[in-house]
């Protein structure tokens, strides 16, 4: 996607600035997923099985289009469907992709413990590095978005790449190649912003949908995974996606005050028991006025 | 000597008996691993600890399961420990007076049974601290099983969790520092069983005229056995 490395920074026997220094594009990566054009069809649940080399899963029948439950460790891209029902009595049929929003505020990577198992590339990517995961599922409790999956047998987290291997190689992500009808696109993030912007437009213009919009959520500092919605009022009703996420407040607690907390008293502690034995030393054990003879010890 | 008792001799006394120093060690030396690793969970400048241990898939796999033995050393200190460990009233008006206890002017206090107001304090921080610690350690041990809409229970027990590990390491700060340094003998007394008289005396004089049958040696009748 970038190229980053072939950035001219000088060249020899040239008068004045190097070209290009300094106009290089944003870096930062995002993958639109419009959702009033998606049919449902799968295809970028097979392509993310494909490339990443995962079987297929069996499907579990519900009496709706919904095929799993949930997202899986080797699963990392699954289509929530829902039918809603207006006011008006008008249906309609909601489906969604749902995967790893790649946030720019990580609550998994504020939570994670683990030297580098958690990486936030400077494009944006939050991948997961399993060889250095220890298995606390810390990262399930930071994030607002129920992603990462618990693999029980190798004790390790998984979850949407966004493809970092492809995208590292200037390809774009797996489903987005897939994808039938155009509902995704791949790109920089204000490249993406504006397509999104542009699509929000025309709906609002054209349809009936004069509340749609973008989700960016500002809670997690924007997202590198992006929707435009029907109903940005309500995207509560496209399988559970929060309305207004945030990393916990108990885990931004946990990860902020408590640490510095914990800390100081830690190190106070310490500090304070030698500072303590150098101002009053060790207790004296009083002898005892009269100190007993030696008796012989026999039974009475 | 052969048949004397091995719990009052003439110049020392026994304080803790062969089991009761096993059960310590025990406690402390699970403790130290849930500690040493949970330090590592803690805080990144400290995960070198759990990379030293085994690394840290090794350690996330063994913390709990060492935790439950340090939960269940407690339960076996609790049953032994729990008659002498009963706050008193003595112990109130001990606790009102701890700060002649920290500035070593240990003769202004109210006498002591075999332990002291802190230790009983520090013994039901431990004991309360490790209920605390298993109950919200289930939740961290298998996050797994929590549905996405009892979310906040995962973040609530780490977090009660963290606090009470904290508690615990705050106690056992205090704990360490006097054991090694500020109460000399009561090392030994941990480790060989043994105290002298004159510390018994001095520290926990109660215990040692019930021990003894009063100051004088030759009230040697009390001893049991």
């Given at each position: ?34 959702v009033t ?45 829902n039918?809603h029902?207006a006011d008006?009595?008008?249906?309609s049929?909601l489906?969604r ?103 929000v437009?025309?709906l609002k213009?054209?349809t009936s949908h004069k509340s749609a919009g973008i989700y960016d959520p500002p ?8 929707y435009v919605l029907h109903d940005i009022e309500h995207p509560e009703r496209y399988?559970g996606l929060p309305k207004d996420p ?55 | ?225």
């Open positions: 996607m970038s190229n980053g490395p072939l950035e001219i920074k000088a060249i020899s026997g040239h008068a004045g600035t190097v070209p290009g220094r300094d106009a290089s594009r944003d870096y930062q990566i995002c993958k639109v997923i419009d054009t998606c049919i449902g069809c799968k295809a970028c649940e097979v392509a993310c099985l494909e490339w990443n080399g995962y079987p297929f899963r069996e499907t579990v029948f519900d009496n709706t289009y919904q095929t799993m439950p949930d997202l899986a460790w080797n699963y990392y891209n699954l289509i929530r469907f039918e029902v008006d009595g008008t249906l049929w489906m992709k749902d995967g790893c929003m790649h946030c720019a505020d990580p609550g998994c990577l504020r939570a994670c413990p683990a030297d580098g198992a958690i990486v936030q590339y400077a494009n944006g990517i939050v991948d997961f590095n399993q060889a250095n995961c220890i298995g606390c599922q810390y990262c399930v409790t930071g994030c607002p978005f129920n992603i990462p999956k618990f693999n029980s047998e190798t004790k390790k987290v998984h979850k949407c790449t966004l493809c970092s291997d492809r995208v590292g190689a200037g390809l774009e992500p797996a489903c987005i190649k897939a994808c039938p009808t155009g509902c995704l696109h791949f790109g920089s993030k204000d490249d993406m912003k504006n397509l999104a912007e542009r699509r437009a025309q213009e054209h809670g997690v500092g924007g997202t590198h995974v992006i399988g945030h990393v916990p407040l108990l885990v931004r607690i946990w990860k902020g005050p408590l640490k510095w907390l914990g800390n100081v008293a830690i190190a106070a502690g310490i500090l304070g028991a030698a500072t303590h034995y150098l101002r009053f030393g060790p207790k004296k054990v009083e002898e005892e006025s009269a100190q007993p003879a030696v008796k012989k010890e026999e039974p009475n | 000597m052969a048949t004397a008792s091995h719990y009052v001799r003439a110049d020392t006394i026994q304080r803790y008996t062969f089991r009761e120093r096993i059960m310590h060690w025990l406690t402390a030396g699970v403790y130290c691993y849930c500690l040493a690793t949970g330090l590592a969970f803690y805080t990144p400048y400290l995960f070198w600890i759990a990379v030293v241990l085994g690394g840290g898939p090794t350690s996330r796999f063994w913390h709990p399961i060492i935790g439950l033995g340090f939960v269940a050393a407690a339960v076996w200190m609790h049953t032994v420990w729990r008659r002498d460990m009963e706050v008193t009233e003595t112990d109130h008006r001990w606790l009102t007076r701890v700060n002649d206890y920290a500035t070593n002017q240990d003769e202004l206090l109210p006498l002591q049974e075999r332990f002291n107001a802190g230790q009983k304090l520090f013994y039901w921080l431990m004991y309360y601290g490790a209920i605390l610690l298993l109950l919200s350690g289930i939740f961290l041990w298998f996050p797994e099983y929590i549905p996405f809409s009892l979310a906040w229970a995962r973040s609530t027990m780490v977090l009660i969790h963290e606090i009470a590990a904290l508690l615990t390491i705050g106690g056992f700060i205090v704990h360490l520092y006097m054991g090694l340094f500020l109460v000399p003998g009561s090392m030994t007394a941990m480790t060989e069983g043994y105290v002298s008289r004159a510390w018994a005396r001095t520290h926990h004089r109660l215990w040692y005229i019930r021990a003894t049958g009063g100051d004088s040696p030759r009230k040697n009748e009390a001893e049991p056995g």
